[in-house]
């Protein structure tokens, strides 16, 4: 399984779900409709100052459907330009077979030593 993630601006949201849809990919997906944050398009913090917002997609998909998720995140780019759209795809991780995982033993369990009694250093006609 691969995860894919679009980053993009709420403008073109509406593109982007289009595009998918058109290329036939990313039916089942996690969205966080407002995301902010920083890249190279300038802030978007949905505030008074940096009022723009992001939303983000994330799809586990097999290898044909993300090149599919990719060929429809390109397209929605190359229509908007200007707008801040992203495609990650982080380097695939090999996870061994199980039979290759060692069996670690546990460590043993701690030994307590008790402590010793508490002494009193206090003023000597107390002590007495």
């Known amino acids: 399984m691969i995860r894919i993630e679009i980053v993009a601006n709420?403008?073109?949201?509406?593109?982007?779900?289009?595009?998918?849809?058109?290329?036939?990919?990313?039916?089942?997906?996690?969205?966080?409709?407002?995301?902010?944050?920083?890249?190279?398009?300038?802030?978007?913090?949905?505030?008074?100052?940096?009022?723009?917002?992001?939303?983000?997609?994330v799809i586990w998909c097999e290898e044909e459907e993300a090149r599919g998720i990719e060929r429809a995140v390109q397209a929605v780019k190359k229509s908007f330009p200007d707008e801040g759209i992203k495609c990650f795809r982080p380097p695939e991780v090999v996870i061994p077979p199980p039979q290759a995982v060692l069996q670690a033993t546990p460590p043993p369990p701690p030994v307590f030593e008790p402590l010793p009694p508490p002494v009193y250093y206090g003023p000597e006609e107390e002590n007495s």
């Not at 997906?29 to 190279?40: A, C, I, L, Q, R």
């Open 10 to 57: 709420h403008s073109v949201e509406d593109n982007i779900m289009e595009a998918l849809k058109h290329e036939g990919v990313g039916k089942f997906y996690t969205k966080y409709p407002s995301v902010f944050g920083v890249g190279s398009r300038g802030p978007r913090m949905g505030d008074a100052i940096w009022p723009e917002e992001n939303f983000a997609l």
